[in-house]
């Protein structure tokens, strides 16, 4: 099982960025599928953002197309998700989290490992 541990979240005022990253453990990064989610309280998980195994294809929930930016680096076993142009709503616990699919994964069912986690709070 991979292990996963997000950083990079914080305060920040609405309009403002943020740059998450998740680092993962062992030498099979490169075949797995990475995702970012956000919970935020009493909400369910929502699917946030994805990319590809293999073919670096990359997929967005709606309401953060042209504002997030979800990239992977297979040498560091690393994926990030710049977050620009925030907003209060984009305030939630983010989570990263690995698939074995071999195309982009929405839903979380299709997730195997996950990580504890990184607060993200947007302020008006």
């Known amino acids: 099982q991979v292990q996963l541990v997000e950083s990079g979240g914080g305060l920040v005022q609405a309009g403002g960025s943020l740059r998450l990253s998740c680092a993962a453990s062992?030498?099979?990064?490169?075949?797995?599928?990475m995702g970012w989610f956000r919970q935020a309280p009493g909400k369910e998980r929502e699917f946030v953002a994805t990319?590809?195994?293999?073919?670096?294809?990359?997929y967005y929930t709606d309401s953060v197309k042209g504002r997030f930016t979800i990239s992977r680096d297979n040498a560091k076993n690393t994926v990030y998700l710049q977050m620009n142009n925030l907003t209060p709503e984009d305030t939630a616990a983010y989570l990263c989290?690995?698939?074995?699919?071999?195309?982009?994964?929405?839903?979380?069912?299709?997730?195997?490992?996950w990580g504890q986690g990184t607060q993200v709070t947007v302020s008006s």
């Open positions: 989290a690995t698939s074995r699919s071999y195309s982009f994964a929405t839903s979380a069912a299709v997730y195997d490992s």
């Open positions: 062992g030498r099979t990064f490169r075949d797995y599928t």
């Open positions: 990319i590809v195994r293999s073919t670096g294809v990359t």
